[in-house]
């Protein structure tokens, strides 16, 4: 049984965004401007919150109110809110053990979280800390023994999710990470030397726990590879571009919820449903990859009315806030995940970011339910203004 999450917040930082100012000031600048940047000219990035926040919901102040209740049932297993912690690679560089202090708090506030295959932590490490309930994110790999073995060891971690992503095709074009040399581990320019030297909690965190690795995918990796190598080793590894071909086998050997992460139009949610899986995340992540892109809030609300009933429609991108995960939900979402807010969390508070950001977003979420007379999740789109 989870231990129940402490549910309390640190009243020095009420939001997301005093998270993200106190996470730029405690990281070195190459970290928090991976963590923070979208692509190309971030226009994709500043529309995803932009265009959430254009969607308004109605109170009904005088209906019959016995409380709100965010309890989101989800592949049969009842969490505690509906949302979750979105997959990010390279947690370690952000700071250190990251991805367990967010397992640990995502496990204790009873809401899923998703760990990246190119993670600093490896999947054994995080379903003995989620007592097998964390979800995995598969990163596609190129050779089939590899795929296979990596959805195997996800299936002995008790896994009860496995997400597949399709909007990597390419690596996203990022001109913060191309100007900083961005590479694992930290590539010592001095720059970035520099950088790091300003920052010395986090150096001294980092030189505490030594430095981060794939920890998932350390069992395929040549020992003691230099930077090229190491690129090399992940161009070589895995193959990017999803397609149906590739999503049939794993469907065959996976047992549990398969998931589609990364779908932003109708034709790739036809395809999900006719491949057989279980549900899809609308996300464009977080506006890393296409910044001529849509919004996720537009596709959300086309693809959750004319899919919804077949398949589990889910969202990210852009959510900062418990009014943003509200109007998500309202605009047909049936859950929600965030992946810079958490990651802002840690960065600005260590330890203490998983447990301060989980029950800063619940706050917030339990005041709009009770706001506008919202008493059970599903209710949300009743609350929706129709434009
Ligand atoms: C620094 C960073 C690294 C990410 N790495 C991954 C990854 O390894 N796998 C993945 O599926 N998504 C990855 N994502 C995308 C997130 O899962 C999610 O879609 C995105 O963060 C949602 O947008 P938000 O940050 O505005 O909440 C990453 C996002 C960020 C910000």
Known sequence: MPKKGKS???????????????????????????????????????????????VELLPYYLSKHSGSNMKTKLFGHSYDAPFGIAPVGLQGLMWPRSPEILAKAAFEHNIPFVLSTVSTSAIERISEITEGQAWFQLYHPAKTKLRDDIIRRAAAAECPVLVILSDV???????????????????????????????PNWALQTLRHGQPNFETLRPYMPKNLDLKQLGQFMDQTFSGRLN???????????????????????ADVEKAIQLGLDGV??????????????????PLARIAEAYGSQIEVMMD???????????TMASGAKFTFMGRSFMYGVAALGAEGGNHTISLLKAQLQQVMEQICCENIQDFPNHLIQK
């Open 8 to 54: 309390n917040f640190d009243s020095r930082y009420p939001s997301v965004e005093d998270l993200r100012a106190k996470a730029k000031k405690r990281i070195p600048k190459f970290a928090f401007e991976y963590l923070d940047g979208g692509c190309n000219e971030d226009i994709n990035l500043h529309k995803n919150t932009a265009e959430i926040r254009e």
């Open 169 to 199: 095709p390419t690596f996203g074009f990022r001109p913060r990470d191309i100007r900083n040399g961005l590479a694992m581990p930290p590539k010592m320019s001095i720059a970035n030397i520099l950088q790091i030297m300003g920052k």
């Open 244 to 266: 149906e071909e590739r999503i049939k086998p794993i469907r065959d050997m996976w047992k549990g919820k398969l998931v589609l992460k990364g779908v932003a139009c109708e």
């Open 281 to 298: 995340i609308v996300s464009n992540h977080g506006g890393r990859q296409l910044d001529a892109g849509e919004s996720t809030i537009r």
């Open 317 to 327: 991108s852009g959510l900062r806030s418990g009014p943003d995960i509200a109007r």
